[in-house]
């Protein structure tokens, strides 16, 4: 659901593109009152030393249609995981790595990376603590694994780009301290957020949809550095350890998990949000299995 905002992006946009002209002008009007004085020969003389101008640095003009610009979520900060097909060490295949894992210290403060409304602000499954921010063309940015949210945010508050929402921390099915960041298109499709990130785009027309939703068919092995306790017993299954396998009274989750270990891995990237399912596996037969709460 879209929240109505007060002040669209492109309306903020377009009033700091107006602040940076009133001090572009100021600059400019501080410039000519120098050069009037300097032209008044009845002030020469009373002159001991020449006149130094402070000029405030010219701010350049944010074009007027200006969409929507994307500044990094963690400034400073490298992506350790980009988007992708993905297998973590204690999946049977690969998945789609939904969005980019940017690493950086428990409590260091996440920004919002474009103007726009929290859409949604709390907590779900392997998110963890999450927020939700909805921007132009329906695009809607997505923080991850937060150790808190910052006070006042919640669904329906206005954010600029640079805001503060919440600190880094290892929140919901994470390997340590990092956000994981995403992007979706209108669709709820997740897009690649390197094509985003740092770029400022005038109309919907210069968004890279397309390019953006597409990922090469290579499998990354992911590396972890932690094994979180919730995924301990796919690890012991995957080393060959006893495996202890709850059938799923509901077959249509089961089918659907067996349709996520064919590699479907648009699929497989929407299991974990089965209500229930706990995880998937290999059984002993060699066939894939999942695990439901019961
Ligand atoms: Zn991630």
């Known amino acids: 659901m879209l929240v109505k905002q007060n002040s669209s992006p492109k309306a903020r946009v377009r009033r700091r593109a107006a602040e940076a002209v009133i001090v572009a002008v100021s600059a400019l ?42 500044e990094e979520p963690v400034p400073g900060h490298a992506v350790v995981s980009p988007f992708g097909l993905r297998q973590l060490p204690w999946e049977g295949s690969g998945r789609l790595h939904e969005g980019v894992d940017i690493s950086a210290d428990i409590g260091v403060p996440v920004r919002v990376a ?28 997505f923080y991850a694994h937060l150790g808190g949210i910052a006070a006042g945010v919640k669904a329906g508050l206005a954010v600029a780009a640079g805001d503060t929402v919440g600190r880094v921390g290892s929140t919901g099915t994470s390997t340590g301290p990092h956000l994981h960041f995403e992007i979706r298109d209108d669709q709820d499709r997740p897009l690649n957020p390197a094509m985003f ?65 064919k590699g479907l891995a648009r699929d497989a990237a929407k299991a974990e949000r089965i209500d229930g399912l706990q995880g998937l596996s290999i059984g002993p037969d060699g066939r894939p299995r999942a695990q439901i709460g019961l």
């Open 29 to 70: 009007s501080a410039v000519a009152v120098a050069h009037a004085s300097l032209l008044s020969p009845a002030l020469a003389p009373l002159r001991a030393s020449p006149v130094t101008v402070s000029i405030a640095p010219v701010v350049p003009v944010v074009e007027d249609d200006v969409l929507i610009s994307f």
């Open 197 to 261: 990130l740092g770029k400022a785009f005038a109309e919907a027309g210069d968004l890279p949809l397309d390019k953006a939703i597409r990922y090469s068919g290579r499998v990354r092995m992911a590396r972890v550095s932690r094994i979180p306790a919730s995924k301990q017993a796919l690890m012991d299954a995957r080393n060959g350890a006893p495996i202890i396998v709850r059938r799923s009274t509901d077959a249509e989750d089961l089918a659907q998990a067996e349709r996520n270990l």
């Open 114 to 141: 474009a103007d726009g409304v929290v859409i949604a602000a709390g907590e779900k499954g392997g998110y963890g603590r999450y927020v939700a921010v909805r921007h132009a063309e329906g695009l809607t940015t």
